[in-house]
C-alpha cells in the first residue's frame, strides 16, 4: 500500500523557535511533492512546492530526499500565526497525478 | 486573486436522501477534483476530472457517487443515496496543469 507517513505532533513551540517536520513516502515512483497548511476545519492551503534541489520562500524552507524517500519542512524565526497543520502531499505517476495526503503534523506556537 | 468557491457551505440530509455538492474551479484551469476529510482524519482523494469525463478515481468513490461539469463553469458531486458515514467535509479542488492544487472552503454534510 502507497503511504504517506508524518508524525502527528503536536509540536508545541514558542514563538521565535525553529521547527522542522518530516514525511516519508513509501512509493519510489512519486513525481511530485508539496506542503499545505490547514487550520482547523478549513481547507488545504498551498505552502510551497518541494523541488530537488530544495526551496526557501522567506521562513520555510523545504528539502526533498529522494534516495531515502522524505521530505521535511523547516519553519525559522516561528509566528503564533504559523499554528496550523501542516499536510503533506505525494503525486504519484498515474493518468492525471493521484494525490496522497499524509494525516498532517499540528504546530502550536506559544507566546 | 481567483478561488475556487463551493456551495452550500453545510448540508444537513438524512441517510438515504441523494445530495448534490456544488463547486465552481479557478476559471482557466484544467483538471478538477473532489476529496472528503472525515473530522480528525486525513483528507483522501475521491475522483479527478479532465475533458469533461473522470481520468482516476479512489475505492471510495464507488457508484453511489458521480461527478458532472453540466457547464462551463460549475463542477457538481452526487451522492446518490447518504450514508451515515458519509458525514465528512468535501472539498473541490482545481489545477492548471495536473499538479499545483488549489482547494475550497469545503462544505461539511451531515448525514442523519
Known amino acids: 500500500r502507497k503511504e504517506v507517513e508524518q508524525d502527528p505532533g503536536p509540536f508545541n513551540v514558542p514563538e521565535g523557535a525553529t521547527v522542522a517536520f518530516n514525511c516519508t513516502y513509501s512509493?519510489?515512483?512519486?513525481?511530485?511533492f508539496f506542503w499545505y497548511r490547514q487550520d482547523c476545519r478549513k481547507e488545504p492551503k498551498l505552502l510551497m512546492s518541494?523541488?530537488?534541489s530544495g526551496n526557501e520562500d522567506g521562513r520555510f524552507t523545504a528539502q526533498l530526499n529522494r534516495a531515502s524517500q522524505y521530505i521535511s519542512l523547516l519553519i525559522r524565526d516561528s509566528k503564533l500565526s504559523d499554528s496550523a497543520t501542516y499536510l503533506c502531499?505525494?503525486?504519484?505517476?498515474?493518468?492525471?497525478?493521484?494525490?496522497?495526503f499524509g494525516r498532517g503534523t499540528s504546530l502550536i506556537v506559544h507566546p | 486573486e481567483p478561488e475556487v468557491t463551493q456551495t452550500p457551505s453545510h448540508q444537513v440530509t438524512q441517510m438515504g436522501q441523494e445530495v448534490i455538492l456544488r463547486c465552481v474551479p479557478i476559471?482557466?484551469?484544467?483538471?478538477f477534483y473532489w476529496y472528503r476529510q472525515i473530522l480528525g482524519q486525513k483528507v483522501e482523494f475521491l475522483v479527478s476530472?479532465?475533458?469533461?469525463?473522470?481520468?482516476?478515481k479512489s475505492e471510495i468513490f464507488d457508484d453511489q457517487f458521480s461527478v458532472e461539469r453540466p457547464d462551463g463553469s460549475n463542477f457538481t458531486l452526487k451522492i446518490r443515496s447518504t450514508k451515515l458515514e458519509d458525514s465528512a467535509m468535501y472539498f473541490c479542488?482545481?489545477?492548471?496543469?495536473?499538479?499545483?492544487?488549489?482547494f475550497g472552503p469545503g462544505t461539511r454534510l451531515t448525514v442523519l
Open positions: 476559471s482557466n484551469h484544467l483538471y
Open positions: 518541494v523541488y530537488s
Open positions: 502531499v505525494v503525486l504519484q505517476a498515474g493518468g492525471s497525478y493521484i494525490p496522497t
Open positions: 479542488a482545481s489545477s492548471e496543469a495536473a499538479r499545483t492544487q488549489y
Open positions: 476530472f479532465y475533458n469533461n469525463e473522470i481520468s482516476e
Open positions: 512509493n519510489s515512483a512519486s513525481q511530485s
